[in-house]
Nanobody, 122 residues
Framework: QVQLVESGGGLATPGGSLGLSCVAS????????MGWYRQAPGKERELVAA???????NFADSVMGRFTISRDGAKGTVYLQMNSLKPEDTAVYYC????????????????WGQGTQVTVSS
């Protein structure tokens, strides 16, 4: 009943920028947390950035100062602006949402997008 769809991935050179978008759809009344994880080949999925409904944010140390996260308060949409990209940022980036309330109560667990590839290479 909940879908997350990402867009905006692609290829960038070191020092470049990319912006990712994620749109949530379904029978949704509100979403507490939306954000982004990433997973590189052979590595665990890790948190990149998160944004709560009340506006608090959290960033991985590795992206702090380079990435920004924002959210459309009127829609279930979250954005990740990635600046000063490094090769180690290369990964599949996944949108996630948690604490989703539907018309009849909360949906359990977290929801994930399909992932979008970000490649940073010279």
């Amino acid at each position: 009943q909940v879908q997350l769809v990402e867009s905006g991935g692609g290829l960038a050179t070191p020092g470049g920028s990319l912006g990712l978008s994620c749109v949530a759809s379904g029978n949704i009344v509100s979403i507490n947390v939306m954000g982004w994880y990433r997973q590189a080949p052979g590595k665990e999925r890790e948190l990149v950035a998160a944004h709560t409904r009340i506006g608090t944010t959290n960033f991985a140390d590795s992206v702090m100062g380079r990435f920004t996260i924002s959210r459309d308060g009127a829609k279930g949409t979250v954005y990740l602006q990635m600046n000063s990209l490094k090769p180690e940022d290369t990964a599949v980036y996944y949108c996630y949402a948690a604490g989703i309330a539907g018309p009849d109560g909360y949906y359990t667990g977290s929801y994930w997008g399909q992932g979008t590839q970000v490649t940073v290479s010279s």
